[in-house]
């Protein structure tokens, strides 16, 4: 259980980062084991631009949390108090495994891409919304070539290239 109250946890974000605005997003997608790791929710891509995933089908179960994640984007504003321009990242369909004759939800979304000097690196997963999502993002960085990365047996391990990027180890212990 947390031991520090949103508010205690929002000073603590505006003493050490220097922010004066801090926003709030609800539930991540199914099958995320992190109960909302951002990066498969939604992505700045410039300091006030934002990529949003969002589901399409109301009958999906990320459909209301996602429709959520994005109303609660479009009435949010940079440090400046200008409101953030939220774009909408199309859902890939769902990627499933089965663990122990369970069949388990994995945790799908384009937002888990990784900007790197000249490329955008982004999850594909064989499905039509690959490249939809792959224009959005090469519009956002025209300056950088988007590629698309196979990663329907990377996200068994629950992330994709965002969440393999973020952390390496030092080779000197």
């Not at 997003?25 to 498969?40: A, F, P, R």
């Not at 949010?76 to 990627?95: E, I, K, N």
């Not at 329907?152 to 000197?172: D, E, F, K």
Request: charged content about 20%; glycine content about 6%; aromatic content about 6%.
């Amino acid at each position: 259980k947390p031991t520090l109250s949103r508010s205690d946890i929002e000073d603590t974000l505006r003493a050490y980062l220097g922010v004066a605005h801090i926003g709030w997003l609800g539930e991540g997608i199914m099958g995320d084991d992190t109960d909302g790791h951002v990066d498969d929710i939604a992505r700045f891509v410039d300091p006030t631009t934002v990529v949003c995933a969002v589901e399409d089908d109301p009958t999906d179960v990320n459909y209301k949390l996602l429709q959520d994640n994005l109303e609660r984007l479009q009435r949010m504003t940079d440090q400046a108090g200008r409101r953030l321009h939220v774009l909408p990242l199309p859902m890939p369909s769902p990627v499933k495994q089965t663990v122990e004759q369970e069949v388990e939800r994995l945790p799908t979304s384009y937002a888990n891409f990784y900007i790197a000097n000249a490329v955008v690196l982004v999850p594909t997963y064989d499905h039509p919304n690959d490249q939809q999502a792959l224009a959005v993002l090469q519009e956002l960085f025209p300056t950088r070539q988007v590629v698309g990365i196979p990663c329907s047996n990377l996200v068994v391990g629950l992330g994709a290239i965002h969440c393999l990027a973020m952390q390496q180890p030092s080779l000197t212990a």
